[in-house]
């Protein structure tokens, strides 16, 4: 992963906010989310996101190509 800038913040409502510059290419490793959802929202380029559901849901891939103003939730702990 390749960030220009990166904040991130954690409040009692149990969501996360960080704001991410990816380069072209960039990767963000696979890591959970404990204690909060996120949300993210692509402000520019497209960006290609996903997560793993738990072990009782079969561990499905749920994935999609982001534009531009899309909205993804990653829930918490997946």
């Known amino acids: 992963m390749s960030t220009k800038s990166l904040v ?3 409040n009692t409502l149990g969501v ?5 510059d990816f380069a ?3 990767q963000n490793p696979p890591h959970i989310h404990p204690r ?3 949300i993210l929202m692509v402000t520019k ?3 290609l996101v996903g997560f793993v559901s738990s072990n009782q849901d079969n561990n499905r891939l749920f994935s ?3 534009k531009r ?3 993804f939730v990653f ?3 997946l």
């Open 8 to 10: 991130s913040s954690l």
């Open 16 to 20: 996360s906010l960080t704001r991410l």
């Open 24 to 26: 072209r290419g960039g």
């Open 36 to 38: 909060a959802s996120e």
């Open 45 to 47: 380029g497209k960006l």
């Open 64 to 66: 999609k190509v982001l």
């Open 69 to 71: 103003g899309d909205v």
């Open 75 to 77: 829930p918490i702990g």
